[in-house]
């Protein structure tokens, strides 16, 4: 297969473990989601294979739909294919060893640094130490299991940053600033906390809502937070929070009243059919507009809204009587210093119109509009914040089924594990196979019921996709039997591990190279006693 030829869709997913979540989407509680589709619906994901075509040189997580979703992805892709600056981070939590779960995602930031992007991997010591209770000695110790890892998989730290939250004072400068944006009742909201919730923990999350912002601290770039949708959670919350602290809101408007989102459609739908109504199509009145849209058949103008939000922007535009209806671009000044905010003026080019808290400009499109109020923002002292885009990979079930769990440890491959242990889980593994040899043959295998095919599809082929598929389909033609199909996938998994081993002894003068504290002993000193 080239790259620019798209593969058949390979079937990677294992199955549903027995217990698996359902939707809802907790950070320190889920890990597997039992239907991956309701996520769309029901929080607004996006399904990647809307986008997998637009990326050059798909990581093989894409094309094999093991990462099944996306959050506002195409800016990053934008700058991708352009040249343009994007980032890409993600943390890790040093509860245990890193397993192949954990992999998922090293490769996700690996793939994207590899394509250009400015990559960052953190160490989340703070959440492990205020969510989970971990002792500080062993976040300690895990936490260099985790960068060992990354890097032996391929992180290049010239060329990024690997940092802990715990040890990056402009993260915590920036957390602090975030964190007077947000109020208790979103925590409430959002993470189910109350009033036994310490706040060791609500700082936490501020932090996180920083880690995923911190890229852009000196230059507002795209940025992609690869991770499971159990996080889902944090990335919406900071991309809210990076809309707070932005100095200007950039809107299309029409007159001199304000509509919301729901009722921008109708009146753009006004404006465009103008011509059949308007005395004068030039320079069409709200009053014409509204006696339109009143009577508008609105499922033939491709817009679809309910009759109240009809019913609201018909009010709106009766009340603005002969005023034109006219387009532009309106910068509201929500948290601008007046001298950005006088810059702003001075910067916008053509036809504006000044008001006390906005301005109103006529001859430029939302695009360039938010290039130049970021550009003014970023001038004078503000972020310039770009919502944070995401990526979502599916969990991988546990080789005993049901949940991957690193307190199980036969649940999992441990990247520390040695290599025959590595071999020995696998042998051990659950299957999705039939219960006789003849069953198998005459009904073929269950593939995405099987841990083990998962191995094949998520970690062990790698960019093989013909091995992958050919796993598969002679699985579910029942020509590959369980026991041969678990010797090769121990085989490998057993190579794996030998390599990797190799790389993470190669990669400790590496890290030790590093500015990063992993033996300080001055954390939770005061907690121990």
Known sequence: MTDDEPAERIRTDGGTAEGADDVALDPWGSSTVSDYRKLFEEFGIEEFDEVLDEVPNPHY????????????YRPVLDAMRDGDDFAVLSGFMPTGDPHIGHKLVF?????????????????????????????WDEINEHSRDYLLSLIALGFDPEAGELYRQSDNDRLQRLAFELGGKANFSEFQSIYGFDGETNVSHMQSVVTQMADILYPQLDDPKPTVIPVGPDQDPHVRFARDLATRMRFFKVTEAFASFELDDAERPLVAAAHDAREAYAEDADMPRCGEAAEWLADADLDAAGVLVSESVRESAVEKLENAGMEPLRPRIRFFARQATDEAFEALIEDIEGEKRRYDQHIDAFDMGVDEAEDLAREVEAHHGGYGFIPPSSIYHRFMTGLTGGKMSSSIPASHISLLDAPEEGYD??????????????????????????????????????DDDDLAKEVYDECVGGER????????????????????HEKREEAEEVLDSLDIDLETERRGVAAEH
């Open 61 to 72: 997580l894409m094309r094999r739909g093991v990462i099944f979703g996306h959050r506002d």
């Open 107 to 135: 490769d996700e930031i690996i793939w994207h640094q590899e394509q250009g992007g400015d990559a960052y991997g953190l160490i989340a010591d703070m959440e492990a130490h205020s969510a989970r209770g971990i002792p």
């Open 425 to 462: 889980k696998v042998k051990s593994a659950t299957t999705g196979g039939r219960d006789t040899a003849d069953e198998q043959r005459e009904l073929g295998g269950e593939a995405d019921k099987c841990p083990v095919y998962e191995l094949y599809a998520y970690l062990l082929t790698g």
């Open 481 to 500: 039997l369980c026991g041969g199909c678990k010797e090769q996938a121990a085989t490998m998994m057993r190579e794996f591990l030998e390599d990797h």
